[in-house]
């Protein structure tokens, strides 16, 4: 429900119409955080939740690319510029990048690109305004796609007994 109410907060509230990928990004962010005694602990991934229970599906081919149902995860740009495969040929796929994107936005290198998450978001997730603000494709993605692989380890090291 956390992630619908966030879109209806960023259509609604904020006046914000972010792309797709912001959207669903900020959306699985806030609705896959863990909640618990009555706080929302916004980026602590809930292990039962949607799109984080993928995680333990997830592989990573000898480049770093990560796959998911024997399928690669949409690139960096094909996300942000909206431009990859249909969404309903593979929607796990998409909704693991929307989300671990975002994640790495707000919480990767020690929170080091938050600021410019937030200032990307009131410019809707645009693609040169992502590349203006984050960084180019080239140099972002390996990072982001080493997030991903960290999220996926941290997972399995929970559920090792």
Known sequence: MLHEVTHQLLAEASGLSPQRWMNEGMACYFG????????LHAGAPD???????????????SAGRPSLENALLPTLRQLV???????????????????????????GDGQ????????????RGD?????????????????WHQHLRALARARDARETP
């Open 81 to 107: 510029e909206d431009s990859g495969p249909p969404v309903a040929e593979h929607v796990n796929g998409h909704y693991l990048a929307w989300w671990s994107l975002v994640h790495f936005l707000m919480e």
């Open 32 to 39: 896959a955080s863990r909640f618990s005694g009555g706080t």
């Open 127 to 143: 693609p040169a305004a992502f590349q203006q603000l984050i960084g180019s494709y080239a140099e972002f993605e390996p990072r």
């Open 47 to 61: 292990p039962a939740s949607y799109p984080v229970w993928w995680l333990g599906e997830l592989r990573f081919d």
């Open 112 to 123: 080091a690109h938050r600021r410019q998450a937030l200032l990307l978001l009131h410019r």
